[in-house]
């Protein structure tokens, strides 16, 4: 069994913005069913390994539909940008950003749900055209329960037996579950958590090594999270093992708001960025392997000025070099810097309030950016080639 071994610091309290999220959400109250064939405040992004299909999640902000199936995960065809509502399934309210979990019984897509505090663990087709529970778009019997409260983050981790898995849920009540799955069925699932810090929405696995980092909006540092291997080549229990802090306490009150939204590594997993709205910028970690402790270094660098409260960011290699794309929901923008100077090299833009995020650098060279207030997602060229290289290009409605 996973055992719960962690206790961290407790860090300070909550934003008028999560206060004003959560009043928002009226949880379990009748409605209709979520439409499988429009958008509804559109935000998490996924695109399948060749680039054929997009993963939207609509996330019912507004209230209007049922909470337990108020959200949706549609199916997009990349190649003429239509819905498949035919191929989409309806989830839980203020679902998170879905990630692709291969298994050998089919490739899974897991999906945290704030409004049922669950994992959904959904059925992906062979060729990634449609997600379904059991073949039907209700995904109510596909779902690991009773997770701490607002999770909203997941993230597969490396097993060396390919017939379990083990899955990793971030939550807003400052825990992180690790979810163990047989083939990826949830009749299977053994959950256990541990204690992070509070407002803790963000996971990442470092490119190189298997540690985990975990990041809030409450408190001003990264945790790093190393697993112990059991006999059976299965990991088994988790240990925080460092806080790594970032900047500075600015308040001299001891209270650390950073806002921390998303992070990503450059192509060689040397350096960390971590998008953060409060203050609006990007931070940046060496991550590189110190020969000394075989451990990433974890040292703050310095924060770029990014403004406009950045929300997701992807690291794209183009013409041999690293460009961070971060979305700036306040200004209706992609602000893209060069990595290595840290300088806006360019900005484009979008639709209303961009958040979401997803690269297809295989099949059509595409950055796909969710806008929130449009219901709607922009397709911006990312192909250095092209003549229409960092514009949008086309809206998918």
């Known amino acids: 069994m996973l055992s719960d071994l962690i206790t961290a610091r407790r860090a300070a309290g909550a934003t008028a913005a999560l206060?004003?999220?959560?009043?928002?959400?009226?949880?379990?109250?009748?409605?209709?069913?979520?439409?499988?064939?429009?958008?509804a405040f559109p935000q998490g992004l996924a695109v399948h390994p060749d680039g054929q299909f997009l993963y939207v999640v609509?996330?019912?902000?507004?209230?209007?539909?049922?909470?337990?199936?108020?959200g949706t995960l549609h199916v997009v065809d990349a190649d003429n940008l239509a819905l498949r509502p035919d191929d989409s399934a309806r989830i839980a309210s203020f679902s998170g950003t879905p990630v692709l979990m291969p298994t050998r019984d089919g490739d899974r897509l897991l999906l945290p749900a704030r409004g049922d505090r669950s994992l959904h663990v959904l059925q992906v087709s062979d060729s990634g055209g449609a997600v379904h529970c059991r073949g039907q778009n209700d995904t109510r019997e596909c779902r690991v329960p009773n997770l701490p409260a607002n999770p909203t983050a997941v993230l597969p981790l490396p097993s060396a037996?390919?017939?379990?898995q083990l899955v990793a849920v971030a939550s807003m009540s400052g825990r992180v579950s690790f979810v163990r799955l047989l083939d990826g069925r949830v009749e299977s699932a053994e959950v256990a958590s541990v204690r992070v810090s509070d407002g803790t929405n963000i996971l990442a696995l470092h490119p190189v090594l298997d540690t985990l980092y975990a990041g809030g909006r409450f408190d001003w540092g990264l945790y790093g999270l190393e697993?112990?291997?059991?006999d059976d080549g299965v990991a088994e229990v988790i240990v925080t093992t460092r806080r790594i802090p970032i900047g500075v306490d600015t308040t001299g009150r001891g209270v650390r708001i950073a806002e921390l939204r998303d992070i990503a590594f450059s192509s060689d997993g040397r350096r960390a960025y971590l998008s953060a709205s409060s203050p609006s910028g990007v931070f940046v970690l060496d991550t590189s392997i110190d020969p000394d402790t075989g451990l990433p270094r974890d040292r703050y660098i310095e924060r770029l000025d990014v403004d406009g409260r950045p929300g997701d960011l992807v690291v794209l290699r183009e013409n041999d070099q690293d460009f961070l794309y971060v979305s700036a929901s306040e200004r209706d923008e992609i602000v893209v810097l060069h990595a290595?100077?840290?300088?806006?090299?360019?900005?484009?833009?979008?639709?209303?309030?961009?958040?979401?995020?997803?690269?297809?650098?295989?099949?059509?060279?595409?950055?796909?950016?969710?806008?929130?207030?449009?219901?709607?997602?922009?397709?911006?060229?990312?192909d250095p080639g092209s003549p229409t290289w960092r514009t949008v290009v086309d809206t998918i409605r």
Not at 58 to 70: A, K, L, P
């Open 161 to 164: 037996d390919d017939g379990q």
């Open 227 to 230: 697993w112990v291997t059991g």
């Open 340 to 382: 290595g100077s840290g300088r806006i090299v360019d900005r484009i833009p979008t639709g209303r309030r961009p958040w979401g995020l997803a690269a297809d650098t295989v099949r059509h060279g595409r950055l796909y950016v969710s806008l929130f207030e449009d219901n709607a997602i922009d397709v911006i060229d990312i």
């Open 19 to 39: 206060a004003a999220l959560l009043a928002t959400a009226c949880f379990n109250v009748e409605g209709p069913d979520a439409p499988l064939d429009e958008f």
């Open 58 to 70: 609509s996330t019912n902000f507004d209230g209007r539909y049922r909470d337990r199936v108020g």
